[in-house]
């Protein structure tokens, strides 16, 4: 009885219009709720008296079965409580929002169909429910104070009407239609009111029958010996008060309590948490150029046995701050994972940004640190246009930083990944947003990525510079983590040889005045304030920074390091130094700080500094850990600023609101079409054959118009060799139109970006001579229309050339990759020199026969420059491409000895640097007159007879113009 009247105290507060129903309503429980006692005290009376002689077993027997009872009680309680957490999760789930990109479920309650079925099947269950239901619309207090209001009321009643009594519990059948007149008006309540009216003496029978029942029930209990101020057990144990009625909170099962989760939840206050688009942001300059020296480091390294706990960490940080951060951690170690992802995904108000149009969080975040930054890394100050942008993503699979990086720049920038292989490695193939032919992940001589070998850090380094023409990259970014579930407490201990090799890797390929952004945790170690420490003399401002794309709860924090210093050196190596070490993993000396705390408290400024970042990052992290606390016990609540933050957030970090989506798959000729925007006209044009007879009228009456460049394409070579289209759609799905059909290349591995148009041939380079000769495929570009979704059709011919050997440089695969190497032709004036300008030279084939062949200009990023090992191949023809469009023709000055336009129908003359953009020829207009000489195979037209027609048509002062 007392356990009913603690669920009706308990239960939502409703308002109720018909008190003379409620009076019969509970006098109705009353009885249902006797009727179900009487039956468990007469088992229990009936083992009381088969056990009374039984030996000490038998208190074990009568405590089971009082734990029956309880437990048959507690289904009572159950029903309810399933029920109103039913009507709950019907309320919220219009509120619902999707987990992050890491979770594979969503907000939906899995075991929702389970509640349903579980109370459509067990019938009994369900009356005891709907019994429930009614009776938990009102307190027991104004259960009370209606029923004296009743009696009050019905005592001056004249009117009453006839009730049947034959069954004492005839009413119970009338359960479903009392239920149904909360649903009725006003007007309705006065009839209803009537019928169930059964006058004075009704009540008053009624009232006498709920007294007799309570006087029975205490006759029983003291008939089983029961006394006031004892327990029901054989010993007169067990528990006194009432019990209370279960709060069932998600999926955590009833009864279950979390310590110190609803103390958590009420110390929350939202008052203090601060929602907005743009951070706050300190720098801190470094005034002292002068960096230390490795053997005064050398002096500051203190070893001890390995530290395991962090709870005195408190040099840097308020004590306060530590302990709280601790203790709030901890609450969630009781909790169901599930239950605290979903509350987190509810409570964070920048939860819905999650990953945007990108692969994953990662790359919203380094969109985030780049807006704060001012775009110091995708748009560095000294950049130049036809400069690439150089970059390295270290720890960092699946990619998100490179994805966005790819996605601002497009292929203007090249990336180079070292990351750990298999599970953790990039995901190339989910770049959606950028290029990611682009970028190319290396793992070191040993084929596992791992950061923290020496061999692997060296080989990257090497790598980085060979291809950054020896300056290294523009900026470096580190996201390393690992799992360390069941040891949050203690991350950055575990973290710190990470958060070291981080900073080495970039120390060793960063150029001077680049950048450095990596991933750090708790800062409270004297550890992890001296690696900060060399950082800020590393580089010349430092900005410890916690973007609102990272979650507020967790102590997910970013070191932003600004502009190198030179003569780093020293650093550098006392950190291999020092890495060394701890690859040694001995427990007994271990590394424990890096610089001194005597020689850190000098510096004032940056210990400062550290510490009122740790207090208020460490703030934020206590706000936003009970937040998730109070939403975890109450499930109800929502964050409802998510859909603005992201709204607003996505447009001050200049992305677009999309959602993410796999990019359409397209048939080539229907790509064409829509690259070219249906002028394809053009791709069937045929080249212009150059003989001695059509000299004259095809180019060589204005050389000045014409560039030209050595080709392998020939007369007799394979259709498949000659030069042609080059559609790219996405890394190794490249196409190649032959007659006038798109067939996808399964000869070469190439590897071009999407929405790629070229106008290229496959060359058969070779390398030095004889029995040690070499011999691969590539593929060089002669002209290109689209690179990589970048219309470059209509700017001038040498501008082109310019871009598609930038895009060249950007596809050039690291040392020990399988794929074609992509070259662009060289581009050659047609001018008096042209004899010196294709000159051909004599080299031993492998078959001992000799051979003319030309020598391709080596580049800064060959590996070797030596006269035998530079790459060259057979030519076959060269072909001219025409740089002016008419009217305009080119000359060049007697007087000034530079090129110049001039304009036939107006007479306009302008100095070449100066032309307007209508006397150069587009793409279209430079294909479509292009010329074809086999050459040096045409006997009839040398390269004398061509040199000598050219020269008697410029001037013999031509040597070194520009143009």
């Known amino acids: 009885m007392a356990f009913v009247l603690e669920a009706q105290i308990h239960g939502p507060s409703r308002t109720i219009n018909k008190d003379k129903f409620l009076f019969t309503f509970c006098n109705y429980l009353f009885k249902v709720i006797e009727h179900y006692w009487l039956e468990v005290l007469n088992k229990f009376i009936a083992n009381m008296k088969n056990n009374s002689d039984e030996s000490d077993s038998d208190e074990n027997c009568s405590n089971q079965d009082n734990d029956q009872a309880i437990e048959e009680k507690n289904e009572y309680s159950t029903s309810f409580s399933n029920q109103s957490y039913i009507e709950r999760r019907g309320r919220k789930r219009s509120n ?5 990109d890491t979770s594979d479920l969503n907000d939906s309650d899995c075991n929702e169909e389970y509640y349903d079925k579980s109370f459509d099947e067990k019938d009994d269950m369900k009356f005891r429910h ?46 479903p239609k009392i239920q149904r007149t909360n649903e009725k008006s006003d007007d309705d309540t006065n009839e209803e009111e009537r019928e169930y009216d059964g006058g004075e003496h009704f009540i008053k029978q009624e009232s006498k029958n709920f007294l007799d029942g309570q006087d029975k029930a205490q006759r029983m209990m003291r008939m089983m010996g029961y006394k006031e101020g004892h327990g029901l057990g054989k010993n007169k144990q067990g528990r006194l008060e009432p019990v209370q009625a279960p709060k069932q909170h998600g999926r955590r099962g009833l009864g279950h309590h979390v310590p110190g989760l609803e103390a958590s939840s009420l110390k929350w206050d939202p008052k203090e948490e601060e929602i907005k688009v743009k951070e706050d942001m300190e720098w801190i300059r470094n005034p002292d150029n002068c960096l230390p020296s490795f053997e005064e480091m050398q002096l500051w390294l203190q070893k001890g046995p390995k530290k395991l706990i962090i709870d005195d960490e408190t040099q840097f940080c308020d004590e306060d701050i530590v302990i709280n951060v601790i203790n709030a951690k901890s609450i969630f170690d009781h909790l169901d994972e599930i239950e605290v992802r979903r509350a987190r995904t509810r409570c964070n108000p920048y939860e819905t940004i999650r990953g945007a149009f990108f692969l994953n969080r990662a790359a919203v975040k380094m969109a985030n640190i780049d807006k704060a930054c001012d775009f110091m890394f995708t748009k560095p100050e000294g950049l130049q246009d036809n400069e690439l942008l150089y970059f390295a993503d270290v720890c960092a699979g699946p990619g998100g930083f490179s994805e966005y990086v790819l996605w601002r720049k497009k292929w203007h920038a090249k990336g180079f990944g070292l990351t750990l292989k298999n599970e953790n490695d990039f995901k190339l193939a989910d770049f959606y947003a950028g290029p990611c032919e682009t970028f190319h992940p290396y793992y070191g001589p040993k084929e596992n990525g791992d950061v923290f070998d020496p061999i692997n850090q060296e080989a990257f380094r090497d790598l980085v510079m060979t291809h950054t023409h020896g300056k290294g990259v523009h900026f470096m970014m580190s996201d390393g983590g690992f799992s360390v579930e069941g040891q949050e407490n203690i991350q950055e201990i575990l973290s710190k040889q990470l958060y070291l090799c981080q900073c080495l890797v970039a120390l060793m390929i960063v150029r001077e005045k680049g950048h450095f952004v990596t991933k750090l945790f708790d800062l409270f170690t004297p550890f992890s304030a001296g690696l900060i420490y060399l950082m800020y003399r590393c ?45 040694k993993s001995d427990d007994n ?77 397209m048939k080539p000729q229907d790509k064409l079409k829509v690259l070219l925007e249906n002028n394809t006209k053009f791709i069937s044009t045929p080249a212009k054959r150059l003989t001695k007879e059509t000299m004259e009228s095809t180019m060589l009456t204005e050389p000045y118009d ?72 590539t593929l060089h570009i002669l002209d290109a229309f689209i690179l990589g979704a970048e219309n470059v059709s209509c700017k001038y011919l040498r501008d082109r050339h310019e871009l598609t050997k930038l895009f060249c440089e950007a596809l050039w695969k690291p040392v020990g990759g399988t794929y074609t190497r992509v070259r662009v032709k060289e581009l050659l004036p047609v001018d008096p020199n042209i004899r010196e300008t294709l000159q051909i030279k004599q080299r031993l084939m492998k078959n001992n026969r000799l051979a003319l062949v030309y020598e391709i200009p080596t580049t800064s990023l060959e590996c070797n420059n030596s006269d035998n090992d530079k790459p060259y191949f057979i030519p076959n023809s060269v072909i001219f491409l025409k740089s002016t469009a008419p009217p305009w023709t080119r000359h060049c000055s007697k007087r000034y000895s530079i090129t110049y336009v001039f304009n036939s129908k107006t007479g306009k003359n302008i100095f070449d640097k100066h032309r307007p953009p209508e006397a150069e020829a587009n793409f279209i207009q430079s294909f479509e007159n292009r010329v074809i000489w086999y050459w040096p195979n045409d006997e009839e037209l040398t390269i004398d007879i061509v040199a000598k027609h050219i020269s008697n048509k410029c001037p013999s002062h031509s040597e070194g113009l520009e143009y």
């Open 96 to 100: 619902t929002t999707l987990t992050d």
């Open 130 to 175: 709907n019994m429930y239901k009614s009776c938990e619309q009102d307190s027991g207090e104004e259960c009370q104070s209606v029923q004296n209001a009743c009696m009050d009321d019905d005592a001056k009643e004249s009117k009453s009407r006839k009730r049947p009594h034959d069954d004492p519990y005839h009413h119970y059948g009338k359960l």
């Open 539 to 583: 580089f010349e401002e430092i900005s410890i920074f916690k973007p609102n794309s990272s979650r507020p709860a967790n102590s997910e924090r970013y070191l932003i390091c600004k502009t190198k210093r030179s003569g780093t050196e020293d650093v550098l190596r006392y950190l291999k130094y020092v890495n060394n070490l701890l690859l």
């Open 589 to 665: 000396n271990d590394v424990l700080q890096l610089v001194s705390l005597d020689e850190l408290e000098k510096e004032k400024q940056f210990v400062q500094y550290l510490r009122i970042s740790n207090d208020d990052l460490g703030r934020k992290q206590i706000i936003g850990l009970r937040k998730i606390a109070a939403f975890c016990e109450d499930n109800t609540l929502v964050e409802t600023k998510q859909a603005d933050m992201r709204k607003e957030c996505l447009k001050y970090w200049e992305i677009p609101d999309e959602s993410r989506t796999i990019p359409r798959h």
């Open 706 to 777: 014409w560039f030209c460049m050595p080709c392998s394409t020939g007369l007799s070579t394979e259709p498949n060799k000659n030069a042609t289209f080059y559609m790219g759609m996405g890394r190794s799905n490249v196409y190649r139109l032959i007659r006038g059909i798109w067939t996808q290349i399964n000869d070469i591995n190439v590897e071009l970006p999407p929405d790629t148009l070229v106008y290229a041939e496959v060359v058969y380079e070779m390398a030095k001579e004889f029995r040690n000769q070499k011999k691969v495929q």
